[in-house]
């Protein structure tokens, strides 16, 4: 088991490492001097000249790398000449948001997805798993910007139920906190709904067919258990991994949402960033968002372990 | 005298059931009702947009300040090009600059479509070279699909996102920036079904015939890859819609006055309260075009591509 996870850290390391060389090239691709690219466009020629010797620009370009990931290693992803700030202190303030978004999306998501997933398996080819199916082509199709608009006119302006835009702070109290996060996450997970509750009643489909749902049933189990203790946690896999790789939608989603909610979070900072047309902070999110979601990956392969006793590493 | 007869026999009855599939494959597509109701929907938003300069629409990007914020079924004033001023109806009402949402909406069909269809074949394209080379040359399969697995690492809308600002706005560089992720997967794709094809006798017998490589690949193995190419072009046209809008919403797309959804919805975000037709009307319209494309996806899928079909359980 430990010699699995270490295999699997390690083999994670070429993937991060192309990451940083992708992000890395598309900024030297970039017609113009990376040097004054990064310093912005209200640099001075000392500045841009400083920026030019730290990053070794007059070196060939595979020491360049060397140079750039260094520092990212050493936790330095540069500076932001538009917040004046370090890139990693920015992320780090403006984490919180997101996180909480993130993670409220991905409760309500599973919370809704997979007893809709797991009810139209059970009554496939019904009105409900028709209804499921039409629903879930819907949520893939209408854009989440779109959506939330649709949900402030109806929920906050038209009813006033919720806040139109706006974040608390969670030091702030934890209602404040959770009434402004509400419309993001329900905008937000509607998209990963639809996901989830289609993985989730494809592989429930495909266990109700196995013979021990036969044997279940045949000794008289209630319907809840055999699909529960039965059906679902056979069909564990599956959903699992399409909550992992629902993550990269999730970090797209985020982007909009936080713009149209007015959330400031990572999301904001990477519009703001690339309005600003400010390269060190959006190198940083970039390489962010990509760890996150390769991070998460790894720890989605390590659960099958423990969801399916079968899989041994 | 047998054996050579039975073998014929065999051979016609083998060409009579490729010819009997083929035709079924073709009909079942026709038959499907994803597949019809998709079609039409977006054979309309074709036309409305080939049409579009005929549908009483004035030039998109004209304005005029006395017909500002107009509601919908409003009738006003507007100043062409030679400084005529003509009277006009805004069936979709106007933005705050003065302009006729329903040409900026209509007119927007066309950048939606043309992004969505480019993009889908550029990503194919490169896919296809990018599947074939890895699946075929062994030597290069290793690197190519580790670049890949990188550039799957980082979600689809940071790349577009960061491409499209370092090269600036435009049509050519939105399509590319938009094609860019979603090429690993088209890469997969192709890559997993040379591996499964050319391990077929007919390959083999090709091999042994001396036919040169580059022929088995766009002879041989290219023609059985195209249905599950064609299911997966009409999920990344879907896509680049979408992300085109979203990019042109956040403002970071193509420029502010080329009508496009998206830009018309960030132009009316900051009279949503008041004005929420400038949201509403592109909204649905993009809302519809990516749900029939979406919806024509499943119908091909489940007709051309019934493995795939069966793992997102559509079947």
Known sequence: MYAFIARRLVATIPVLLIVAVLVFLMLRLTPGDPAAILAGDAANTEQIARIRASLGLDRPIVVQFGIWLGNLLAGDLGESFYYKTRVVALIGQRLEPTLALATLTILVAVIVAVPLGVAAAWRFGGWFDRALMGFSVLGFSVPVFVLAYMLIYVVSLKAGLLPVQGYRRLADGFWPFLYHLILPAITLSVIYIALIARVTRASVLEALGEDYIRTARAKGLPEVRVLVRHALANAAVPIVTVIGIGIALL????????????????GRLTV???????????????????????????????SYVFLDPRIRY | MDAPGRKQYE????????????????????????????????????????????????????????????????????????GEVVRHTFWMGSDSLGRDIYSRVIYGTRVSLVVGILCALLALAIGIACGLASGYLRWL???????????????????????????????????????????????????????????EPYVEAAISLGTPTWKILFGHILPNCIAPLVVQGTFICAFAILVEAILSFLGVGLPPDIPTWGNVMAEGRQQFNDYPHNIFFPGVFLAV????????????RDTLDPKMAKKMGSE
């Open chain 2, 141 to 199: 399969d290793g690197i190519l699909m580790r670049f890949m697995d990188g550039l799957m690492a980082i979600p689809a809308i940071l790349i577009a996102i960061a491409l499209v600002a370092m090269w600036r706005g435009s049509l050519a560089t939105v399509i590319v920036a938009i094609a860019i992720p979603e090429i690993p997967r088209v890469t997969r794709l192709v890559r997993s079904l040379v591996l499964t094809i050319r391990e």
């Open chain 1, 251 to 266: 970090i797209g989603g985020v982007v909009v949402t936080e713009s149209v909610y007015a959330i400031p979070g990572l």
């Open chain 2, 289 to 300: 075009t990516v749900l029939a494309v979406n919806i024509l996806g499943d119908g091909l």
């Open chain 2, 11 to 82: 051979a016609l009855s083998v060409e009579a059931a490729v010819v009997v599939r083929q035709e079924s494959a073709w009909q079942r597509v026709r038959r499907n009702w994803s597949v019809r109701t998709g079609g039409i929907v977006l054979c309309v938003l074709v036309i409305l947009a080939l049409v579009a300069p005929w549908l009483g629409t004035v030039d998109p990007t004209l304005f005029d300040a006395g017909s500002r914020d107009l509601l919908p079924g409003r009738t006003g004033e507007i100043t062409t090009l030679d």
């Open chain 1, 272 to 302: 703001d960033a690339v309005l600003a047309r400010d390269f060190p902070t959006i190198q940083g999110v970039i390489l962010f968002f990509s760890f996150v979601y390769v991070l998460v990956n790894l720890l989605v392969d390590m």
